[in-house]
């Protein structure tokens, strides 16, 4: 029996067997953000710690920032300018490369990784952040850890972690009309279930997959925590090989040659032994999104909700919760729901290619009176690319807002934020209640070309209505 990519990249990292399931792993890559990281340095300090790589450390400050004026300081959440403070002293006494607000890379830590070529194949990688498993489309083994656990990873560059079960999804079929990698995830994640992924890291593989941009495939293994998978990733590939060439961080000349051959080694072998396999077959699928308070309540676009009494036993109280919060009914087409606001941006879904399939859909239009629409570029890199290609433009004229880069209203730890029981149209990943700032507020995730379609519509609407092909 072959390994699988998973096996390979855990056994070479591995630095000791602490149990028959747990071992110690070196961590060659550790992002760090300003909400996890606070107390993990603190502790540092009280034992008079360094940092024990700081060349294999980078920070970036992306949560709390507001998007509207990133630069004006203090900030008026006393909180948010605490943290900031506290990352900004911290990666200067510890000697740590920030992209802070004085630097042209600053950005959401799941975007500039990639983007600055820090995030590579057959690494291991470790962020404070659940969304951490994005970069495993480069085919690096990614986590989210905790706060405690940021500290490990600060004073020792390893974790001690239970060894994950590897289960193979195989996405088939053809890809219809107005169907991105976000309606992709949120399928999958509806088939397997919320919890479905615990105690596994997800292969995703098949033609679908392959066929993917390295964007399309970050947006993919973005929401693997969503359906309870740790870790996702997908095997690297020429494409994968093409989007790292000359990026800042990547091996040049004759060795990145020598890099490719490695990060080709390290790919599951064609026998690999999978705890697990799922095949899912897209053809014929509509546009997806979400209709209640966890991602895994997912409906296609022409599709009715679902009656509980329908719903599998153990998922009935979640489906009446989510009615009850949402006030949809049963039977009802999503359809036609007015929307109050639309978010593009995100780690899900705030790169280039999601700013062009939205603007796609926003040339020449306008958004509809009453809905507040907010562009919010995923980093300063992100927001200076789409500017060349006069995407801003595009957006502002269609009656966006066009903002900074953060995180926005994907959590709204800054001044972005729902109010009241507003209905939200948002590419992030997250629809759990009070999500986006407000306890009554109300989300819908979907891909950033459907978001463009509800902000114009003003009620959420088919984008394949919007553009021109065969369904
Ligand atoms: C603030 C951070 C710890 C959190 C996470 O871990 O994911 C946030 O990024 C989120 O998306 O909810
Ligand atoms: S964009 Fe959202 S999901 Fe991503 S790191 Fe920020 S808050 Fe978390």
Not at 109 to 127: D, F, K, S
Not at 139 to 155: C, E, H, K, N, P
Not at 215 to 242: H, K, L, W
Not at 415 to 441: E, H, W, Y
Request: glycine share 10%; hydrophobic share 40%.
């Amino acid at each position: 029996m072959g390994k699988s990519l998973f096996d390979k990249v855990w056994d070479e990292h591995k630095v000791a067997a602490l149990s028959e399931t747990r071992d110690q792993l070196f961590i060659a890559l550790h992002l760090v953000h300003e909400v996890t990281s606070p107390q993990a340095f603190q502790a540092l300090r009280e034992r008079g710690l360094p940092v024990k790589y700081p060349e294999r450390t980078v920070a970036t400050v992306d949560h709390i920032v507001p998007t509207e004026q990133q630069l004006v300081r203090p900030y008026g959440d006393s909180l948010a300018e605490e943290m900031l403070q506290a990352l900004e002293n911290n990666t200067r006494v510890f000697g740590l490369p920030f992209f802070g607000l004085d630097s042209a890379a600053q950005g959401i830590v799941h975007i500039i990784g990639p983007e600055n070529g820090l995030t590579q194949p057959g690494m291991t990688i470790a962020c404070g952040d659940s969304h951490t498993s994005t970069h495993g489309a480069f085919g690096a083994v990614a986590f989210g850890i905790g706060t405690s656990q940021v500290r490990d990873v600060l004073a020792t560059q390893t974790l001690a972690l239970e060894r994950l079960q590897v289960r193979r999804i195989d996405v088939v079929g053809r890809r219809g009309l107005g169907v991105y990698a976000k309606d992709i995830i949120l399928k999958i994640i509806a088939t397997l279930g919320v919890k479905g992924g615990i105690g596994y890291a997800y292969e995703y593989g098949g033609p679908v997959i392959e066929a993917l941009s390295m964007e399309e495939r970050m947006t993919v293994c973005n929401m693997s925590i969503e359906g309870g998978a740790r870790a996702g990733y997908i095997n690297p590939d020429q494409t994968t090989f093409d989007y790292l060439q000359g990026r800042p961080f990547v091996p040049a000349g004759d060795d990145f040659a020598a890099a490719v051959r490695r990060w080709q080694a390290m790919t599951s072998d064609d026998d690999a032994d999978y705890a697990d396999r799922v095949t899912i077959d897209i053809t014929g699928m509509a546009p997806q999104l979400t209709w209640g308070i966890n991602p895994g309540q997912v409906t296609g676009i022409d599709e009715p909700l679902p009656e509980p009494d329908n719903c599998a036993e153990e998922e009935r109280d979640g489906v009446r919760k989510a009615y009850e919060h949402m006030g949809f009914r049963p039977g009802r087409r999503l359809a036609g729901e007015p929307v109050d606001v639309a978010f593009v941006g995100s780690c899900t879904n705030g790169r280039l290619a999601d700013f062009r399939a939205a603007a796609t859909i926003l040339k020449g239009r306008r958004v509809a009176p009453g809905v507040r629409a907010l562009a919010v570029p995923g980093s300063r890199s992100v927001k200076r690319r789409a500017e060349e290609e006069g995407l801003d433009e595009i957006f502002r004229a269609a009656g966006f807002d066009w903002r900074e880069p953060g995180c926005s209203l994907c959590l709204a730890m800054n001044p972005d934020k729902l109010s009241g029981r507003q209905l939200c149209a948002s590419s992030s990943n997250r629809n759990f209640i009070g999500r986006q700032g407000a306890p009554l507020g109300r989300t819908l995730l979907m891909s950033p070309a459907m978001v463009a379609a509800a902000a114009v519509a003003g009620e959420v609407a088919d984008v394949r209505d919007f553009l021109e092909g065969p369904r």
